[in-house]
């Protein structure tokens, strides 16, 4: 086999591995993973985009409900937080779906600055989920185009 | 069952998603397709009664809990009352006691928690007797 295809292929194992390892992905990402098929060779980025989509979404309208100070509407808030934990449990965005669980809680107790920095951390932690599958969308596209096959990974 | 997704394709088993979420709607759309079973996907309880109303029909209906406009134990309760007999499951990340209650006494025949997987949804097929082992 080509060694540089092989090195990739070794690479993109370790990739994915450690973006398991490292509680960014949960079996749901294998789940999906394991629905993309011939007839859709492009599933996962698709249902992936979408989730993207809807973090840009939600966070923007709890941005919103949260910057009116004083008449903050936690209900509001609490309701787009559990859209987003719906979507990230569906997807396997292990950290996004582990902070949504508190961020639910710091709604019920009406907890302003709670919230506040909560919404921070959900923002930073889906775009780093994004740029970390960008570049394991990158590695696939390297080891197609040396003329390899992308390898299936067994995280257990 | 590990490793072994059931083709229903033969079975001509229908489904309809219900759920508001785009996300869960792709998740859920490719699941029933990767088992064989043709479905159509709604986003609300309103437009699940909807299609029910224009004459459409299906064996199994897979519906959220929380949706704007009409939310799933309003949507089940309906359905109920309009005589649709379809199996019906519950599929959300609510897992309160009290919440799965109220919604299983809509009219629900199962209940699975979100995400939902290939071995849940064969689960809902077996407890629900759509799916005979050969």
Known sequence: MDAHVAQLQMQYRNYILSLYQQGFLDDQFTELKSLQDDGSPDFVAEVLSLFFDDCVKLVGNMARALDQIGTVDFCQVGANVHQLKGSSSSVGAKRVKGLCINFKELCEAKNYEGCVRCLQQVDIEYKTLKAKLQDMFNLEKQIVQAGGIVPQVDIN | ?134
Do not use: W
Not at chain 2, 21 to 31: A, D, E, I, R, W
Not at chain 2, 70 to 96: D, F, P, W
């Open chain 2, 1 to 134: 069952m590990a490793g072994e997704v059931p083709n229903l394709e033969a079975s001509k088993l229908t489904a309809l998603v219900v759920d508001d979420n785009f996300v869960n709607q792709s998740v859920h759309h490719k699941l029933l397709d990767r088992l064989g079973i043709k479905n159509d996907v709604v986003s609300n309880g309103q437009e699940a009664v909807d299609v029910h109303c224009s004459g459409r029909n299906y064996d199994l209906i897979l519906m959220d809990m929380d949706m704007p406009i009409m939310n799933g134990i309003q949507a089940t309760r309906r359905l109920r009352e309009m005589g649709i007999e379809s199996k019906i499951a519950g599929v959300t990340t609510r897992a309160e006691e009290e919440e799965v209650k109220e919604f299983m006494e809509a009219g629900l025949n199962d209940f699975q928690e979100k995400p939902l997987t290939i071995s849940k949804l064969v689960s809902i097929l077996h407890n629900l007797e759509l799916y005979v082992q050969t």
